[in-house]
């Protein structure tokens, strides 16, 4: 069983710096690509940035968001970043975490974490 479990979110003022962490476990063969979606209340979720899980690295930053927050990964860790800064509240939302995982049951690109709620407030 593959898991994703994420940490950080929380609370910041307009313009105020925030990270996330999304490591993945279970039996892995190999990871393809990871990822950070969002979802505000009363939206759809929208993607914010992907990156590839093995060999060069690239990445994918949606436009709303591109130079603040920067996505990064340690393949050693199974595990995907996402940095942001200058955090506006617009970009209050649940942010999940998703893989796209070779395991011992197969490929599947809908592996998603739990959620981690991100406000940004003064």
């Known amino acids: 069983q593959v898991q994703l479990v994420e940490s950080g979110g929380g609370l910041v003022q307009p313009g105020g710096s925030l990270g996330l962490s999304c490591a993945a476990s279970?039996?892995?063969?190999?990871?393809?690509?990871m990822g950070w979606y969002r979802q505000a209340s009363g939206t759809q979720r929208e993607l914010v940035a992907t990156?590839?899980?093995?060999?060069?690295?690239?990445?994918y930053v949606a436009d709303s968001v591109k130079g603040r927050f920067t996505i990064s990964r340690d393949s050693a860790k199974n595990t995907v970043y996402l940095r942001m800064n200058s955090l506006k509240p617009e970009d209050a939302a649940v942010y999940y975490c998703?893989?796209?995982?070779?395991?011992?049951?197969?490929?599947?690109?809908?592996?998603w974490g739990q959620g981690t709620q991100v406000t940004v407030s003064s």
């Open positions: 279970g039996s892995i063969f190999s990871i393809n690509a």
């Open positions: 990156i590839t899980g093995t060999g060069s690295t690239y990445t």
């Open positions: 998703n893989a796209d995982i070779c395991s011992h049951y197969g490929c599947s690109p809908d592996y």
